[in-house]
C-alpha cells in the first residue's frame, strides 16, 4: 500500500517522495490513491485563498495563482493530455491516425489556441471566487475529479493494451481500488453537498455529466480511453465543475 501511494504521487505529481522500484506489484493501489494528489492541490489553494484575503492582493492575483496551483504541483501532466487530445481531434483523421497524433510529443496550433482559452476562462472564473466556503468546493472537486478519472481508468474500454495508464490499469487490485475512490468521491463529494448545497449539487452533476461525454466521445473517436483521454476529461471536468460553482452561486446571490 505504501509504495503504490509513492508510485501514484511519483507519476501524478512533482512532491519529492521516496524512489520505489517500477515494478507491478507496487503499482497495485496506485490509481486509489491518485485522488490524495487533488487533496495535496486542494489544501494548497484554501492556504492561497487565506493568504490573498489577508493580504488584500486582488482577486486577479488570486485567479492566476489559483489556475498555477495544479499545474506547479503536477508539472502539467494532465494538461500535456488535454492538448494531445485537442490534436487529435482536430485533425479530423480516422482512429488509427488520431492515437497516432496523440503519441507525437510535438503540439500543433490547435491544442496551442485551446490552452490559452483553457487558462484565460479559468483564471477568470477562479477571480469569481471570493470565499472560503466556494475555495472548500473547489478544493473538493481537486478530489473528485480525480477519482472519477481513476473509475474510467479502470472500468472503461482501452483503446491500446499498452501505455503508461494501461502500466498501473493492469496491475491494479480492481475492486479495492474502485472501492477507495468511490470511498473518497463519497466523502469529497458529501462535503460539497454540506458546505453548499446548490453548488456542491450543481458541481458533481455536472461532473458526472462529463464523464459520461468522455465516454461517449472516447469511444466514437478512439475506440476506448488512454491516458491521455484521462487528462483531457480531468481537465474538462474540473472547469466545468468550477463554472458550475460560480455560476450557481452568482445566480442565488441575485435570487
Not at 501511494?5 to 507491478?24: C, D, G, Q, T
Not at 493501489?29 to 484575503?53: D, E, H, K, N, Q
Not at 499545474?71 to 487530445?85: A, E, K, N, S, Y
Not at 490534436?87 to 496523440?102: F, G, N, P, T, V
Amino acid at each position: 500500500m505504501l509504495k503504490s501511494f509513492f508510485s501514484a504521487f511519483l507519476m501524478y505529481s512533482r512532491i519529492p517522495m521516496p524512489n520505489v522500484e517500477w515494478k507491478e506489484e507496487n503499482r497495485r493501489y496506485s490509481l486509489g490513491f491518485f485522488p490524495l494528489v487533488g487533496a495535496v492541490i486542494g489544501t494548497i489553494l484554501l492556504i492561497w485563498r487565506y493568504l490573498c484575503t489577508e493580504l488584500e492582493t486582488g482577486q486577479f492575483i488570486f485567479g492566476a495563482g489559483a489556475v498555477s496551483i495544479p499545474i506547479l504541483v503536477t508539472g502539467g501532466i494532465h494538461l500535456d493530455g488535454f492538448c494531445d487530445v485537442t490534436d487529435a481531434r482536430s485533425s479530423y483523421a480516422d482512429r488509427e491516425k488520431r492515437l497516432a497524433i496523440m503519441s507525437d510529443p510535438h503540439i500543433g496550433s490547435f491544442a496551442v489556441i485551446r490552452l490559452c482559452l483553457y487558462l484565460i476562462i479559468q483564471t477568470a472564473l477562479f477571480s469569481a471566487v471570493d470565499s472560503m466556503k466556494l475555495s472548500g468546493l473547489i478544493a473538493c472537486g481537486y478530489v473528485v475529479s480525480r477519482g472519477l478519472s481513476g473509475i474510467s481508468a479502470i472500468i472503461f474500454r482501452s483503446a491500446k493494451n499498452e501505455g503508461t495508464l494501461q502500466s498501473f490499469v493492469h496491475p491494479s487490485q480492481k475492486k479495492i481500488t474502485i472501492a477507495m475512490l468511490c470511498f473518497l468521491i463519497l466523502l469529497c463529494g458529501s462535503a460539497m453537498i454540506i458546505m453548499q448545497p446548490v453548488e456542491g449539487v450543481s458541481a458533481l452533476v455536472i461532473a458526472l455529466i462529463v464523464l459520461a461525454y468522455h465516454r461517449y466521445t472516447s469511444y466514437r473517436d478512439f475506440g476506448g480511453i488512454t491516458g491521455d483521454l484521462c487528462g483531457w476529461f480531468l481537465q474538462v471536468c474540473e472547469l466545468s465543475m468550477l463554472a458550475a460553482i460560480v455560476f450557481s452561486e452568482r445566480i442565488l446571490h441575485i435570487w
